[in-house]
């Protein structure tokens, strides 16, 4: 198999009818340099900036994996920073920020914003991280696409500009947090602009409606990681006017460990405090010990060392930032508000129902070795929407946008070039036509290069409108048999 560069090879297509009457292009036949004409089984990829994966024959491409573990290999770009030393293809990423309530400024940053005609896409992180977390998402959707990533308020560098609480002397209760220095947020009063500030999914289900309102001002393509995945969903399930589509990257279905007192008004007043300002005396101790413990470099690390399958990922960068915004006075209180916070006016459950209801397009894309949010609960929401493209990556963990950030890649540019072009434009790994989505798995070996002359290869897996939810939950228990029992005979 080989790369053929774009710059030099035009995709050329034969439109034909599907039997479905969806256009489904017909690509048996491809201009060659020399102006003749190769006849074969070319499977061309999604994809603008990098290349297409031609085979060379039959035997080069293979039949389409669709059942089991028998898989063909399929090339796809690196990152443009990595690719060729392509280096100065990569979206530049500019930083912004603005005042979105008083002393509650938005962090964001955004690439690609001369691509004028392209379509809009939102990244929200998971807890406890930001923006910077899709830097590689930024550097090369970027050069296709319009692309902001957001720090919710609370976190990041979204922190509160100035104490939420009257200024106090430090009490001896909390003096261990750092000395003759004072945390924001451990007063006795809340300031005016903090009274009743939680930061909760509601509070960022309207930061990302003021986002997209104020700042992009259309309807956009919005993913999110973990907690970023919930708040998507939320947001697209309340303003689905202002959602094209959502992908959920092993996003976690539960947040918020205390009743909403709209949804259940009788069991929340049973709660007196549910993550306001000043955080109550009893909590100000626990967030001591829980915050001396869990913003320790070493504990970060750890952390870092569980959520990531692959140990040769570089995290350097995202652990020197979390590193950086546990330093914030600001963060042991906010971290406090989060913990304590409501869950939001939907369940995850009731905002997929209401995504149904509407109509909205979801796409899943999960890292099969995640060890807090599993592909079960990826294969649950499967479930509820059998005709969602559901693709689970392995190895990967609970953030597959950053440890495999070329497949993830590959999947958004392909997700969104289908919903751009109303179905004309096949799904990844469905480029044989519709049919193929008819078939309970199909599998792919995804290759692409990596750093200087080294290539990565992941598998891929994607699960059609037949998948069995407990088939996958008994392929998913074979699994990781199989893991166990290598991991004994080494």
Not at 46 to 73: F, I, M
Not at 370 to 376: E, H, R
Request: aromatic share 10%; hydrophobic share 35%.
């Amino acid at each position: 198999m080989e790369i053929i560069s774009q710059n030099f090879l035009p995709q050329c297509s034969v439109v034909t009818w599907s039997s479905s009457n969806r256009l489904v292009p017909n690509r048996s036949n491809i201009l060659l340099p020399g102006g003749g004409i190769r006849k074969s089984r070319l499977v061309i990829r999604n994809g603008t900036s990098d290349g297409y994966v031609v085979g060379q024959n039959e035997e080069d491409l293979g039949s389409l994996a669709r059942r089991g573990d028998s898989k063909s290999k399929v090339l796809i770009p690196g990152l443009p920073d990595q690719s060729n030393g392509e280096a100065a293809a990569a979206a530049k990423i500019t930083t912004s920020k603005c005042e979105w309530k008083p002393n509650l400024t938005v962090h964001y940053e955004k690439s690609g914003c001369d691509n004028v005609e392209a379509p809009a896409v939102l990244f929200l992180p998971g807890f406890g991280v930001g923006s910077f977390h899709y830097e590689k998402q930024l550097t090369d959707l970027g050069r296709d696409y319009r692309v902001w990533a957001v720090d919710f308020v609370g976190q990041g560098l979204s922190l509160p500009s100035q104490d939420p609480t009257t200024s106090t002397t430090m009490s001896e209760e909390t003096s261990g947090l750092e000395v003759n220095k004072p945390f924001w947020g451990f007063g006795d009063e809340a300031e005016p602009w903090a009274d009743q500030l939680v930061y909760s999914l509601d509070l960022w289900r309207e930061q990302v409606q003021y986002i997209v309102q104020e700042v992009i001002g259309e309807p956009v393509y919005i993913a999110g990681n973990s907690l970023g995945g919930y708040v998507a969903l939320y947001f697209a399930a309340t303003h689905p006017h202002l959602v094209k589509g959502v992908t959920l990257l092993n996003a976690t279905p539960f947040w918020g460990f205390f009743p909403n007192p709209v949804r259940s008004p009788r069991l929340a007043r049973l709660f007196p405090w549910s993550g306001t300002f000043p955080l109550p005396p009893r909590v100000k101790q626990l967030t001591e010990l829980v915050w001396q413990k869990i913003s320790d470099p070493e504990s970060i690390a750890e952390i870092l060392k569980q959520v990531y399958k692959d140990h040769s990922t570089d995290v350097d960068k995202v652990f020197s930032r979390i590193v950086e915004i546990t330093q914030h006075p600001a963060a042991a209180a906010s971290f406090a508000s989060i913990m304590f916070a409501p869950g939001g006016e939907l369940s995850f459950s009731q905002a997929l129902s209401r995504c149904k209801e509407n109509n909205v397009q979801i796409c899943l894309m999960y890292g099969r070795e995640d060890p807090w949010v599993g592909p079960i609960w990826g294969k649950k929401i499967k479930k509820e929407l059998p005709n969602a493209p559901y693709y689970e990556i392995s190895p990967a963990g609970h953030c597959p946008h950053d440890e495999v950030p070329e497949v993830v890649n590959y999947l958004m540019r392909g997700w969104i070039k289908h919903l751009e072009s109303g179905g004309f434009e096949a799904l990844p790994l469905l480029e044989d036509g519709e049919e193929d989505w008819e078939q309970s798995s199909i599998a792919k070996e995804m290759e692409f290069p990596r750093g200087e002359g080294r290539k990565k290869a992941v598998n891929l897996w994607l699960y059609g409108s037949k998948y069995s939810f407990w088939g996958g939950v008994g392929e998913g228990f074979r699994a990781s048999l199989v893991r166990v029992l290598r991991g004994k005979s080494v």
